[in-house]
């Protein structure tokens, strides 16, 4: 039978590797497909909201280097957005992913019902985040 310092030590290893286990699955468990649906449906919830400040958090950290968040809220569009659906989300690779939604929006007297093809990247410190770097620097058009 183990007695005193052996016993000690593996219980202090054990509890060390689950405590590091439990984290690293707890991270991982952030870089999920239903939080980056969380994520999107917080955005187009802001978006309805006209919460500015709420969709500038949920932009990417080198778009956010490129604007600050003043700039972003009076930058706001002519159009309102009325209502959302996700209709895709697919993968691009295990940090980036292409989400496609259904708006509803009314802009200039119309209300239009068209299709966003969004992207979204998961960023290790803040989790799922719009990648306003890709649409407006990388693919523009």
């Not at 992207?119 to 719009?130: E, R």
């Amino acid at each position: 039978m183990m007695s005193g310092k052996p016993l000690t030590k593996l219980c202090f290893f054990l509890f060390s590797f689950m405590l590091v286990s439990c984290a690293a699955q707890y991270q991982n468990q952030k870089n999920t497909v239903a939080h980056l649906r969380q994520a999107v449906d917080k955005l187009w919830s802001a978006r309805i909201d006209q919460d500015w400040k709420t969709l500038y958090t949920l932009t990417d950290k080198a778009y956010q280097e490129t604007i600050s968040q003043e700039e972003f809220i009076t930058s706001g569009g002519l159009k309102k957005v009325l209502d959302f659906e996700i209709i895709n989300i697919k993968a691009v690779d295990d940090k980036n992913y292409e989400v496609v939604t259904k708006m509803k929006i009314e802009t200039m007297g119309f209300v239009l019902s068209p299709l966003l093809t969004e992207y979204w990247l998961f960023q290790s410190d803040t989790g799922w985040a719009l990648n306003m770097t890709k649409m407006f620097f990388e693919k523009p058009f």
